[in-house]
């Protein structure tokens, strides 16, 4: 089976809180053995609509990735997500 990710374009509306979902979400990123390959950094769009901030989030398969999203200890942090930003979410297979 091939790896599988979580590609998050996320815009922000409250800074101060959204570390709150961070903190939320970290147990179940160690539960899953989710491996953050890129979490937000300075990027340049050259086509289409961007957002703030961009994360890519390596699993072992899609099953993994797909369990992670659905958990109830992501569900929680993604309703703290859900208030402060918003957020374009795949999950997808690599090659």
């Known amino acids: 089976m091939s790896k599988a990710y979580w590609i998050v374009r996320v815009s922000v509306r409250d800074e101060a809180r959204y570390p709150d979902y961070l903190a939320a979400a970290k147990p179940a990123f160690e539960k899953f053995g989710a491996k953050f390959i890129v979490r937000g950094g300075a990027f340049e769009a050259m086509e289409g609509n961007a957002r703030d901030r961009n994360v890519v989030v390596e ?18 942090a993604k309703a703290i997500r859900q208030k402060y930003a918003e957020a374009d979410f795949i999950i997808i297979d690599g090659a």
Do not use: Q
């Open 59 to 76: 699993f072992a398969d899609r099953a993994t990735a797909t369990a992670c999203y659905r958990s109830p200890e992501y569900d929680a």
